[in-house]
């Protein structure tokens, strides 16, 4: 293990005096407090936790300890956070809320480090080697230092629910980050006991929603499942939520806003499978990532962090959605952005995008035949997809 450099540390207070900070961390704690792996507290509302470190190895340690003390490691003044071969775990989701633009000062003077946001972890010398990545959905930015021996600051910037910071030798102090702002449309309109099963309707934000089937792994429907409204924040958001359980909720923009475009939306995802339809094309997936770079329904559908299982995580579509449908068995539902498409549905146009071409075209080929429930390509609402259906589109191409 490396070995504190007082050198380093006394020059780096020096030029550290005169530095503003953003409101002091850890004040609120008595100096001296000692923590380990298991432990937890809090400081100005947020809540802390404290579990193993991973040493360079790959081995795991619970051998270590968190102490609040002063003594300037992190180029401060005021009550810093010492850790010792152990992780912090700021929780933001579980305390005041999923923040964003969160930043820290540190003082790295020995040993590896741990990073990890929203459950995307980073095992790396010093802070310096995880400049400029995407991490959890967030950029990772060293502002200053963070070669080792020295002090510095990291700047994080997107939606952090939690972060998980760990060392050998390492000082941190002055966590500041900016609350989330709300939801564009996060099922706050909607009762905290509402519950729907397969076949209801609900309205929330202007958007139409119905209840539907869901398909387990095996490719059985159940329509016995359920849909409840829940604050517990397991899509690591606040406020209400969709707890989806054994069924499919579906989004139905073509019925009430309109066609959406740039549409994303939290989840947290904690077992069973997942179902996922957009514009009427159907998927069934182990978990949300290995849908991440498919083309669903006309529309790319990326991951940009969580999805791996009992996690949180966000589904970002790019193209026009008219329908979204997504089910799963232990699944929560939060935070659904968009941009409204602007175009008016025309005749033959199967996925609401305003034009009618070849992906229409297709969509009728593949739905040939008797359907029922939500069936786009059903274009004169008769209950079969056929040679009617065809030549609408081929009538109004363009």
């Known amino acids: 293990m490396k070995t504190k450099n007082t050198t380093i540390v006394a020059s780096c207070l020096l030029a550290c005096v005169s530095t503003t900070f953003g409101t002091p961390g850890y004040d609120d704690l008595s100096l001296g407090s000692t923590y380990y792996p298991g432990g937890s507290t809090a400081s100005e509302s947020v809540s802390m936790l404290f579990r193993d470190f991973q040493w360079?190895?790959?081995?795991?340690?619970?051998?270590?300890?968190?102490?609040?003390?002063?003594?300037?490691?992190?180029?401060?003044?005021?009550?810093?956070?010492?850790?010792?071969?152990i992780n912090v775990i700021f929780d933001y989701v579980g305390s005041v809320g999923s923040s964003t633009d969160v930043s820290f000062d540190f003082g790295e003077h020995g040993g590896n480090i741990n990073v990890a946001i929203n459950g995307d972890a980073y095992n790396t010398d010093n802070f310096i080697d995880l400049h400029g990545l995407v991490i959890g959905g967030t950029t990772f930015n060293v502002v200053s230092g963070g070669y080792g021996h020295d002090c510095g600051r990291v700047e994080i910037s997107g939606l952090v629910h939690k972060l998980r910071v760990g060392g050998q030798e390492l000082w941190l102090d002055n966590i500041t980050s900016t609350p989330n702002d709300p939801c564009q449309y996060g099922y706050e309109d909607l009762a905290g006991i509402a519950v729907g099963t397969p076949g209801d309707t609900f309205t929330t934000d202007g958007i139409d929603f119905y209840v539907a089937g869901f398909q387990w792994w095996g490719g059985t429907w159940t329509y016995g499942g359920l849909m409840k409204v829940d604050t517990t924040g397991l899509a690591c958001a606040t406020g209400n939520e969709l707890w989806v359980n054994n069924c499919t909720v579906v989004h139905d923009f073509a019925a009430s806003t309109g066609p959406m475009d740039n549409v994303s939306i939290q989840f947290g995802e904690y077992g069973g499978n997942v179902n996922v339809e957009i514009n009427g094309d159907f998927r069934n997936a182990h978990n949300?990532?290995?849908?991440?770079?498919?083309?669903?329904?006309?529309?790319?559908?990326?991951?940009?962090?969580?999805?791996?299982?009992?996690?949180?995580?966000?589904?970002?579509?790019?193209?026009?959605?008219?329908?979204?449908?997504?089910?799963?068995?232990?699944?929560?539902?939060?935070?659904?952005?968009?941009?409204?498409?602007?175009?008016?549905?025309?005749?033959?146009?199967?996925?609401?995008?305003?034009?009618v071409d070849v992906m229409d075209l297709l969509a009728v080929i593949q739905a040939w035949g008797a359907c029922s429930g939500d069936c786009p390509a059903d274009l004169n609402g008769d209950g079969t997809v056929d040679v009617m259906d065809l030549l609408m589109v081929l009538e109004n191409w363009g």
């Open 56 to 85: 360079w190895d790959g081995t795991w340690t619970s051998g270590g300890e968190a102490t609040v003390g002063n003594g300037g490691w992190a180029c401060g003044t005021t009550h810093e956070l010492g850790l010792n071969n």
């Open 288 to 355: 949300f990532i290995d849908l991440d770079g498919s083309v669903i329904g006309g529309v790319l559908v990326s991951i940009p962090y969580g999805g791996l299982g009992n996690d949180c995580g966000t589904m970002v579509l790019t193209g026009t959605v008219s329908t979204l449908g997504i089910g799963g068995q232990e699944l929560w539902l939060d935070c659904l952005e968009g941009d409204s498409n602007g175009n008016q549905s025309k005749p033959g146009d199967t996925n609401g995008d305003g034009t």
